[in-house]
């Protein structure tokens, strides 16, 4: 089983940048898959970008490849996802999510353990 935790969301104008962090609480965090998915209210959770456990494969959303990176550092039980030139529709609570032996797949169902998330607004 794992705790996951993010951090780094906040205010920030259009165009800017923030760094999210997702700290896991986990023996064997190098076993799970990260996935980060956002959430607007009223509507769903939408997938943001993945990276698995085994050779750092990481997938993307469309709409954020080219300004969002994914990337972990297992020593420290971690991922990031870095953000550039975020834009107002990027403004959303934002959630990291862990599977074992995952792959990094897209699909929410694939993901057993979640973090309470961070807000992220993006002003215009």
């Known amino acids: 089983q794992v705790s996951l935790a993010e951090s780094g969301g906040g205010l920030v104008q259009a165009e800017g940048s923030l760094r999210l962090s997702c700290a896991a609480s986990a023996g064997a965090f190098s076993n799970y898959a990260i996935a980060w998915f956002r959430q607007v209210p009223g509507q769903e959770h939408e997938f943001v970008a993945a990276i698995g456990w085994v050779g750092g494969r990481t997938l993307y959303a469309h709409s954020v490849r080219d300004r969002f990176t994914i990337s972990r550092d297992n020593a420290k039980n971690a991922v990031y996802l870095q953000m550039n030139s975020l834009k107002p529709e990027d403004t959303a609570l934002y959630y990291c999510?862990?599977?074992?032996w995952g792959g990094g797949s897209n699909r929410l169902s694939d993901y057993e353990y979640w973090g309470q998330g961070t807000q992220v607004t993006v002003s215009s």
């Open positions: 999510a862990a599977d074992l």
